[in-house]
Structures are given as structure tokens and as C-alpha cells.
């Protein structure tokens, strides 16, 4: 009980974090945000505190979900320290900028996916607003690769996700229906796939369907700093955590395949 209220209040945290921290924020978005975390928060404490899962893939399979959380939690956290620099400049809020702006122009080259998020600002922008936003997607981009990797990296070297004991695939994998239709190894493949390669493919995507909607339904305007940090936050968390999860759905089948050839193999041992 104790983990799962730890979890429940760091979720809420997460989210009332830029209109907890930012000034300016009106009393119906404060009050939007507060419903929106408590709910979170809520949810999340019944998930960790019951003993079967129901949503949350690789519950009792760290780091998993830890890495995926840290990620998303630094990302908002210095987006949320930049924007806060804008209006009350502070040592921390400085470097940090300075730090985005320089890895920013560093990633926006032709056919980026940081220079497809520039082209989102619209007619007219300044180049601070530009800058603005090119810092902000460079740094939220640069933290969604480095936790890919360091997860990778993990899988790899560390055994993930049985160093340290078994796996249980119904406690870890609670929305993966084995008994719906067709080799479980093969489906496990398929979705892995499936995974990486919206990954892969969103960075590029988000963008187009961020423009079209734009045109279509209402202009998204990035002068809201609360609306910039989610905004570039979900274009940079999103393709890695998929990526992270088609990684990890490999890994699983891996294991199941290894584990029938051991079996197949220890089969035919005694037939013989």
C-alpha cells in the first residue's frame, strides 16, 4: 500500500506540475488539473495496490515502467524550468535553456523530426518563439532516445526481465489474450513489430496530423507554455515508449522460443 500511494502521489505530480510551477494559470485550469490528477493518482493506486493486474503492462517487471516514468517526469520537469525561465529567469532555468537551444539546432536539420515541429509555428513567428520552440523539442527528443537506449542497453546486458527470477506473462502482459486465436510467439512478434515501427514512423506523423488538424478543426497556437511542454512531451514520449514496448514484446518472445526449443530438445532426449 505504501508503493502504490508513493506511485499515486508522484503521478499527480507529474501532471499538476507545469500549473503548479508556471505563473498565470487561471483558476478553471488549476481546477481541470487538480480533477485530472486526482483521478491519476487514483487509478494508479488501485493498480499497484491490488494484487491482480489490470491495465499496466510489465507491472512486476522493473525497470520497466520506472524508466518509462523517469523519462517522461524529466521532460516535464525541465520544459516545465525553461518555460518558468521565460518570465522569472533563474541559474537552473538558464542553463537549461541554453542547454536545449544548443542540442535543438543541433537536431533540426532537413527532414528532422525537429525541424518538421518547427515548421509547425505558425506565419509571423518571432525566432525567439522559434528558438523557444526548437529548444523544446530538441531536449524532450534527446531524453525519449537516451532512456530507448539505456533501456536497450539494459535488455541486452542485464538479462531483462529475468535477472533476477521468472517471468509471469498473465501479472506482466494483463491485456494479451493468449487463448485469442493463433500462435502466442507469432502474435508477440506481430505486435512487436507493430511497435517499433509506429515508433519509428510517429516522430514524422504527429507533426503532419498536428498541421492538418490544425487547418481541419482549430489552429494550435504554442504562445500557452502549459500547451508547448505537453505538446512536445507526448510528440517525444509517445515513439519511444512504443519503441520500448516492442523491444520488451521481442524480448518475451524470445524467451518463449528459447524455452520450446529447451523443451523440443529435452522431448526428443528421451524418446531416444
Same mark, same amino acid.
Given at each position: 500500500?505504501?508503493?502504490? $500511494? ?19 494559470? &487561471? &483558476?478553471? %485550469? ?6 485530472? =490528477?486526482?483521478?491519476? !493518482?487514483?487509478? %494508479?493506486?488501485?493498480? *499497484?495496490?491490488?494484487? *491482480?493486474? &489490470? ?5 512486476? $517487471? ?7 516514468? #523517469? ?25 537549461? %535553456?541554453?542547454?536545449? *537551444?544548443? #542540442?535543438?539546432? $543541433? ?11 518547427? +515548421? ?21 527528443? +534527446? #531524453? ?34 493468449? %487463448? ?7 502474435? +508477440?512478434?506481430?505486435? &512487436? ?11 514524422? +506523423? #504527429? ?10 478543426? *482549430? ?11 505537453? !505538446?512536445? =512531451? $507526448? ?31 529435452? !522431448? ?5
Amino acid at each position: 500500500m505504501v508503493g502504490a $500511494a508513493a506511485r499515486a502521489f508522484l503521478v499527480a505530480l507529474l501532471i499538476a506540475m507545469p500549473a503548479v510551477v508556471l505563473p498565470g494559470v &487561471s &483558476s478553471d %485550469t488549476a481546477q481541470m488539473i487538480a480533477l485530472l =490528477s486526482l483521478l491519476a !493518482a487514483l487509478l %494508479t493506486f488501485v493498480e *499497484y495496490n491490488s494484487e *491482480y493486474p &489490470s491495465v499496466v503492462d510489465f507491472r512486476d $517487471a522493473p525497470p520497466f515502467n520506472r524508466m518509462r516514468f #523517469i523519462a517522461l517526469f524529466s521532460t516535464i520537469l525541465m520544459l516545465t524550468l525553461i518555460g518558468l525561465g521565460q518570465t522569472n529567469p533563474n541559474a537552473v532555468s538558464d542553463w537549461l %535553456t541554453e542547454v536545449g *537551444y544548443s #542540442i535543438g539546432h $543541433a537536431m533540426d536539420f532537413p527532414f528532422s523530426p525537429v525541424r518538421l515541429v518547427v +515548421l509547425l509555428t505558425p506565419e509571423g513567428a518571432t525566432a525567439a518563439e522559434m528558438d523557444l520552440l526548437r529548444s523544446h523539442a530538441g531536449l524532450a527528443y +534527446l #531524453i525519449s532516445l537516451s532512456t530507448l537506449l539505456a533501456f536497450i542497453a539494459f535488455v541486452r546486458l542485464m538479462d531483462w526481465p529475468i535477472r533476477k527470477g521468472g517471468f509471469n506473462f498473465w501479472v506482466n502482459l494483463p491485456l494479451f489474450d493468449p %487463448t485469442a486465436g493463433g500462435d502466442v510467439l507469432s502474435r +508477440l512478434k506481430r505486435d &512487436s513489430h507493430i511497435n517499433v515501427a509506429l515508433g519509428f514512423l510517429l516522430p514524422f +506523423l #504527429i507533426p503532419g496530423i498536428m498541421k492538418l488538424a490544425g487547418q481541419v478543426i *482549430y489552429p494550435i497556437s504554442f504562445s500557452d507554455p502549459q500547451t508547448l511542454i505537453w !505538446a512536445m =512531451s $507526448a510528440w517525444a514520449f509517445l515513439p519511444a515508449n512504443m519503441i520500448m514496448r516492442g523491444v520488451a514484446l521481442m524480448r518475451i518472445a524470445d524467451l518463449i522460443e528459447e524455452k520450446r526449443r529447451r523443451a523440443y530438445a529435452q !522431448a526428443e532426449l528421451q524418446v531416444a
